[in-house]
C-alpha cells in the first residue's frame, strides 16, 4: 500500500502532517528516518515502496538497479526468505545523498553462493553529474496517460529550470517510444505476479506460467526501448507519484479506493503508474526532495538512470538536491 495502517500496529502519520500518509510500504521507515530517530533505513520496493515514503517524508531513496543487492530474507510469507521475487529491490532510505552512495556501496553484491566467482563493478557516475553543466537530462512531467497534481508539476519544473540554470541540457519534450499505459500496466501485472505468492490461492484470473513468460518477454523489449532513449539522454526525472502525501483514506481496498487530483478522480490503482513505469524496467531510480507544495508538503522527484548506473542516479540527484533545497527537518521535530 502506499499507507502504513494495519490492525496489529494501528496507522503511521506523516511527519509534515499528521492527517496524510507518510507512504508505504516502508513508511513507518521514511517517516523514522525524517524525524531523526535513525540515521537511514533498509526499504523493499517492489512497486514504489522505497521512493514513494521518501518523497512523501521529504527524505532520500534510492531504488536500485535489479538484481544488484540481493533480496534473499524477504519473509514474504510464512518459511519464506530463500528465493528472490521479480522487480523486488531492497533500497537505502537516509537524510542525504551521500549516505545512499555509501549505503548502496555496502548493499551491492553478489548473493553468498555465486560470490565464489561473480563480482559486482557499478560504473562510476558520470563525470557532469556532480555540476550538471553538459549533462544531458530529460523532464517529464506533463503527461495525459498519468496526470499529476498541479501544485507538483510546478515544482517539478522548477526543479528543471534550475538544473537548466546551472548549465544541463535539459529537453522537456522528449519521450521514450513507447505506449505509456501498456508499459505502466505492464510493471503493474509484473508487480502483482511477483507479489502472488504472499495471497492465497486464487481462481480470479492470475498470471500462469506461460502468461508470465510472454509478459517478461514483452518487458524485454520496453527495456530495449529505454536502453535507446538513454542512449540520448543521462538521465531522466519524472514524478515519483502523481500527487504529494494524500490524508489517511482506510476504506475500502485497493479496488475501491478513489483519490482527487486536480479536481478529478482517479482510482487508487494509477498511483502505481509512474513507480511501475521505471521499476518494471528494472531501472534504478533516487527519489530526492526538490522542494515544497504552498501548503508545505515535501515533493520528490525520480532521478532514473540506465540499467546499473545507479552511481549516476544518486550523482545527479545530489546535484539537484542541492540546488532545490534537499532534506529539512519537518516543522513537528523542529530544528
Not at 512497486?47 to 519473509?75: E, N
Request: a negative charge.
Amino acid at each position: 500500500d502506499w499507507q502504513s495502517f494495519n490492525e496489529m500496529f494501528g496507522t503511521t502519520n506523516n511527519p509534515w502532517d499528521l492527517t496524510r500518509t507518510p507512504g508505504g510500504s516502508s513508511g513507518g521507515a521514511a517517516a523514522a528516518v525524517a524525524c531523526g530517530m535513525t540515521s537511514f533505513e533498509l526499504g523493499t520496493d517492489i512497486g514504489g515502496s522505497v521512493r514513494v515514503p521518501s518523497a512523501f517524508c521529504g527524505v532520500w531513496g534510492h531504488k536500485p538497479s535489479f538484481g544488484i543487492i540481493p533480496t534473499l530474507g524477504y519473509l514474504d510469507h510464512p518459511d519464506g526468505g530463500g528465493t528472490e521475487s521479480d522487480v523486488n529491490t531492497f533500497g537505502p532510505i537516509a537524510r542525504s545523498a551521500a549516505d545512499l552512495r555509501l549505503l548502496v556501496d555496502v548493499l551491492a553484491q553478489p548473493t553468498s553462493d555465486r560470490a565464489p566467482a561473480w563480482r559486482l563493478d557499478l560504473p562510476d557516475a558520470h563525470p557532469a553529474a556532480a555540476s550538471l553543466k553538459g549533462l544531458r537530462i530529460a523532464a517529464w512531467f506533463d503527461e495525459p496517460e498519468l496526470e499529476i497534481d498541479a501544485e507538483m508539476a510546478r515544482v517539478l519544473h522548477r526543479c528543471a529550470d534550475l538544473a537548466a540554470a546551472a548549465g544541463a541540457d535539459v529537453n522537456r519534450a522528449a519521450r521514450p517510444a513507447l505506449d505509456v499505459h501498456e508499459a505502466w500496466w505492464l510493471g503493474c501485472r509484473l508487480i502483482g505476479a511477483a507479489v502472488s505468492v504472499s495471497d492465497e490461492p486464487s481462481t480470479d484470473g492470475g498470471l500462469t506460467h506461460r502468461d508470465w513468460l510472454l509478459t517478461h518477454r514483452r518487458r524485454a523489449q520496453l527495456r530495449d526501448v529505454w536502453a535507446e532513449f538513454f542512449r540520448d539522454f543521462d538521465v531522466l526525472l519524472c514524478p515519483v507519484m502523481p500527487l504529494p502525501a494524500f490524508e489517511h483514506n482506510q476504506t475500502g481496498d485497493w479496488r475501491t479506493r478513489m483519490v482527487s487530483i486536480n479536481g478529478r478522480e482517479h482510482s487508487y490503482i494509477e498511483l502505481e503508474g509512474w513507480p511501475a513505469l521505471i521499476g518494471g524496467a528494472y531501472l534504478p531510480s533516487t527519489s530526492a526532495p526538490v522542494g515544497r507544495t504552498a501548503a508545505g508538503l515535501p515533493v520528490g522527484v525520480q532521478v532514473v538512470a540506465p540499467f546499473l548506473h545507479d552511481r549516476t542516479a544518486i550523482a545527479a540527484a545530489e546535484t539537484l538536491g542541492a540546488l532545490a533545497g534537499g532534506f529539512t527537518a519537518p516543522p513537528l521535530v523542529g530544528g
